[in-house]
């Protein structure tokens, strides 16, 4: 009796109890967005230092991102002899799919590891206490700049995945592949529209925000010393990146829905 | 002018375990009250539930005539504007020196300037003893220090109530004996409402006007020194005078054979200790709160200890008195031997 009451508080705790905070969290962190004085010093800051920690990665796995998807891609379209649209295949997989789903990836464990990770210490040290009680919210004080510092830097890294997958995907391509440059770019916007590049930024933003909201939660709610943090940090990955890709589905369901697609 | 604080009905527990319940007790404005209690007890949960950062499970804390844990969250933020707090390990901003630490709270919440910021920051940091140190990072000093610029930072918006939870522990005798004369000046000088969670003995019976122990998750005693210094309550006697035979076990309370065994072995609590007197200021000024010594006792009919109110140059404090009083009263300056 005793264990299934304890499973059914288990099961409550996920479903309900840990949700139901992180939701009441990110109402208050949206009413604390709009009150004075906005903490620029703070979003510049962490807008840096989020740059700091993801440009690099985003690059590094954005290069093999767009060659692996030429790879692909272009073997199969060379079978069918349509190599001329070589460059639409490449550009529409990268600026829709690709990009957002690489940008979620490095926000949810670059940016959301280091956010959680400060905001956990902060937390064990009562620093957090100490600015409540010297009557600071926190939530406007730290969460809010974090958060949008995130969807800001969001909106730049699905820019740069975007650029540097499609030049790997040509320099594999052309170099590699036997591809013809004309054939890549004259075919760029054959399937690909300006409305994808918008969605793509639509969902960096959401994700940006989403990643910051799951690390600001954990990081605060940390509890039980370094190995509090610890588990904290660990979760919010886990969590965020779960997370990202739902919203990935649910926003590119969304946007085939909303968007009439070229050519259908 | 510090604000009355009345505690009633307090209960908070995590989850299926109690912490204490039913805790009323009222800190009069303008007093220093200690409170003790084993490790684990809850002092700490107490003094977080007073400012509102945990919520309890029932029952009122009232800051003045505004009931803290029922208030909406942007009065409870006025409210804690009130209060200056001095957490465990100080709890300084790693990214900030201890200027920019203790500067913190004038610079978010007053529109001084920054070179009366500087003066105000200056005043405080040497009031702890911290001059010099200004540029360093929490980081990078020791426990003790960080303890005290916690308490500069505590103390620079002239808060009228003080939390001061274990400000003595990792600080070595000489430090805690000037951490309490501060104390006891510092209440003369702005007169706020104090609550200091100790487990130094010494600090408990000699710098306080009010003492509470919390035991078993109850508060067992709460009201003025003379009065739990002079108290046959098993649990408040073996815990004052830290003495190992009394119901406080090494895992908190001790079981029946334990209890059998020593009253088999003849093992009693012994003789009371005598009172010492309470602290006084440095400069001699009579707290507003102060009670004459032995007040307590004489009113509740109670004899103390023998030996008591004798300081360590054997003043009799109980003859010293009125002496003391108008000496003070006519020269309206220094004690006539000077400050102790």
């Known amino acids: 009796m005793a264990r299934a009451g304890k499973v059914a508080d288990g099961v409550a705790n996920v479903t309900l109890r840990e949700p139901g905070r992180f939701f009441a969290l990110s109402l208050d962190t949206f009413r604390a967005m709009f009150k004075w004085p906005f903490q620029w010093q703070e979003f510049l800051q962490q807008a840096w230092f989020i740059v700091s920690v993801t440009v690099a990665p985003t690059i590094m796995v954005a290069i093999p991102f767009g060659a692996v998807l030429s790879l692909q891609v272009g073997n199969l379209i060379r079978q069918l002899g349509a190599q001329s649209q070589t460059g639409s295949t490449a550009v529409l997989a990268i600026v829709r799919e690709a990009s957002p789903i690489v940008t979620a990836l490095l926000i949810a464990a670059a940016a959301g590891s280091a956010i959680c990770a400060d905001l956990g210490a902060r937390k064990i040290r009562e620093e957090i206490d100490a600015m409540e009680v010297l009557g600071i919210n926190p939530l406007h004080r730290l969460v809010v700049p974090r958060v949008l510092a995130c969807a800001f830097v969001g909106l730049f890294l699905n820019g740069i995945v975007s650029v540097v997958g499609i030049a790997g995907g040509y320099v594999f391509n052309v170099m590699l592949q036997g591809g013809t440059p004309g054939a890549y770019i004259a075919s760029f916007n054959g399937l690909a529209q300006l409305s994808d590049l918008y969605q793509a930024e639509v969902k960096a933003v959401v994700f940006g925000v989403t990643a910051a909201l799951v690390a600001s939660y954990k990081g605060l709610t940390a509890s039980g010393g370094p190995k509090g943090v610890g588990d904290a940090v660990n979760q919010t990955v886990v969590i965020a990146a779960m997370a990202l890709f739902v919203e990935n589905f649910v926003l590119s369901a969304l946007y085939f829905q909303l968007v009439p697609q070229k050519g259908m | ?340």
């Open chain 2, 1 to 340: 002018m510090g604000v009355e604080i009345r505690v009633e009905g307090l209960t908070k527990s995590f989850g299926r375990q109690v912490i204490w319940e039913d805790v009323t007790l009222t800190l009069p404005a303008g007093e220093i009250s200690v409170l003790l209690g084993p490790s684990g007890t809850g002092k700490s949960v107490f003094l977080k539930t007073m400012v509102g950062l945990l919520k309890p499970d029932r029952g009122h804390c009232w800051i003045g005539d505004k009931d803290m844990p029922n208030l909406r969250e942007h009065d409870m933020y006025e409210v804690r504007k009130l209060f200056g707090v001095l957490f465990q390990d100080g709890a300084l901003f790693g990214s900030m020196n201890l200027y920019d630490n203790v500067a913190f709270p004038l610079r978010e919440h007053t529109r001084k300037s920054e070179s009366e910021v500087r003066r105000i920051v200056m005043e405080k940091m040497e009031m702890v003893g911290l001059v010099g140190a200004e540029n360093k990072l929490p980081g990078e000093i020791s426990g003790g220090m960080k303890k005290r610029a916690g308490l500069a930072r505590a103390l620079v918006l002239d808060p009228e109530i003080i939390l001061c939870d274990e400000p003595d522990s990792g600080l070595d005798p000489v430090r805690t004996a000037y951490l309490n004369q501060l104390i006891v000046d510092l209440n003369a000088e702005i007169d706020a409402t104090f609550l200091i969670v100790t487990h130094d003995i010494n600090t408990a019976r000699t710098v306080p006007d009010n003492i509470g122990l919390l035991f078993l998750r109850q508060l067992v005693m709460f009201g003025p020194r003379e009065m739990l210094l002079s108290s046959e309550e098993p649990v408040v006697r073996q815990f004052l005078n830290a003495r190992r035979v009394g119901p406080i076990g090494m895992s908190e309370e001790k079981d029946i054979s334990e209890l059998e065994a020593e009253a088999r072995l003849g093992r009693d609590p012994g003789e009371l200790p005598p009172i010492p007197p309470q602290l006084m200021t440095s400069d001699g000024r009579i707290r507003r709160t102060q009670r004459p010594p032995g007040e307590w006792l004489r009113t509740h009919g109670v004899t103390a200890p023998p030996g008591s109110f004798i300081d360590e140059m054997g003043r009799d404090w109980l003859q010293e008195w009125p002496r003391y009083i108008a000496a003070m009263s006519a020269g309206a300056g220094q004690h006539p031997e000077g400050a102790r």
